[in-house]
């Protein structure tokens, strides 16, 4: 409820349609709306709502709600950011830059909003579960299990020991894991993550 | 689409309110609505109907929807059965016994049903994500703490671990990991489960 509230209902007539600040508040609506609703009850109208512009304008962005869904969640997580960031330092430190980067980012809560609305839309549905599981699968595992020269299997334990924790912490909030601090959680996880990656097998 | 088809709509004539069966039937029906459609979209009107009964019986034998998914849900894993079965034996291979007894349970798909609908439901739904909190926290993970005097949150981490190895099993469906035997996944998993186990600080 800001002042340009004033300017609805509808499309806020002082903006053109092709400006990236437009794109770039559809997205952000689009974060919000996915991580209330989940994916099966969010709308394009909703979402054009939420940014205050008409629906053709978010279809013609991204064509589909599966458009800007996937828009809306390659955001928080760049591959090509994330990777080199895990992958350079010492090897057997790894398993450690790993957990403290994960945590620190689900620590802020706008940056995990949109990766739950993922995991939320994966449990109810089979197509954005498939469109994670291919993120996933070729965009993160698959690259780093190479560069580490480990079977993908390892990767995805580590993973699956990471997205438990995440989800125990922000879905569960069981105790005390959910108030625990990152560096705690990094002496508690860390090695069994190493372990993983430490690959043979 | 059975012979019993032909006694709907509405109860079946024949069968006694009170009896065990019908409570049952009731229970299997809700397990499945609540699969299929979580909780928030399930209601007591289609879990009668699934079950074939009065909406009336469901509310008098469990009150509530939130009393049907209780009692529905705590059919897979009874805290009285499973906590003993898992800490009875050496305590070194206390990890492998955990990481096999739930990976064996979740391969049946109809024990693992039930489960997904309780994760699916508490990803929408803070109620019911509550509800699955209590009953893990005071049913299972603190008692089993208690009985290996080690620190709550390492039973949350093992927890943890095995959560996300049955989502990316069974909703991300994240290859190889789905397709893994269970022995396999236990010679993988077991080692980080067993150092939680283990305890200190």
Redesign the interface.
Known sequence: MTVTDGQRPGRRPGRRPGSADTRGEILAAARRTFAEK?FDKATVRGIARAAGVDPALVHHYFTSKEGVFVAAMELPIVPDEVIPQVLTGPREEMGERLVRFILTVTSDAEARQPL?AL??T???NEKA?GM??EF??HAL?LRVAEALDI????M??A???????V??RY???????AS?GVEELVA??A??VQ??LDGS?
């Open positions: 989940g739950l995991v939320r994966a449990m109810t579960a994670i599981r996933m699968t595992l079977p993908p299997i390892r995805e334990a993973f699956a020991q990471l997205f438990g924790v989800l125990a879905v569960l909030e069981l105790e005390p894991l625990a508690l996880l090695p069994a372990r993983y097998r």
